[in-house]
Nanobody, 114 residues
Framework: VQLQASGGGLVQAGGSLRLSCAAS????????MGWYRQAPGNQRELVAT???????DYADSVKGRFTISRDSGARTGYLEMNSLKPEDTGVYYC?????????WGKGTLVTVSS
């Protein structure tokens, strides 16, 4: 089972990015998929989750700006990020959890300039 995040980059404040999380060896609908981020000097924090049933939840700091989803085949997950702020800067990781097991993907760097 492997996850690979991509889509990060440098964007100006107010801009948008779409992150992808490609899964191999697993379907993302098997459990809860999450996006996390880690800013320099900070702990990794939860950004958004989507359950196997499709229910979503967001950190207060991103509600109304970010949208988590996955494709119909549950092979790829997404994080649509709009109205980006400098404080959204960090390395973004995707994660899948099911039956007490968790798998992390390598992160993708998002840098938001002011």
């Amino acid at each position: 089972v492997q996850l690979q995040a991509s889509g990060g980059g440098l964007v100006q404040a107010g801009g948008s990015l779409r992150l992808s999380c490609a899964a191999s060896g697993i379907r993302l609908s098997i459990g809860t998929m999450g996006w996390y981020r880690q800013a320099p000097g900070n702990q990794r924090e939860l950004v958004a989750t989507i359950t196997s049933g499709g229910s979503t939840d967001y950190a207060d700091s991103v509600k109304g700006r970010f949208t988590i989803s996955r494709d119909s085949g549950a092979r790829t997950g997404y994080l649509e990020m709009n109205s980006l702020k400098p404080e959204d800067t960090g390395v973004y990781y995707c994660n899948i959890r099911w039956a007490g097991v968790g798998v992390w993907g390598k992160g993708t760097l998002v840098t938001v300039s002011s």
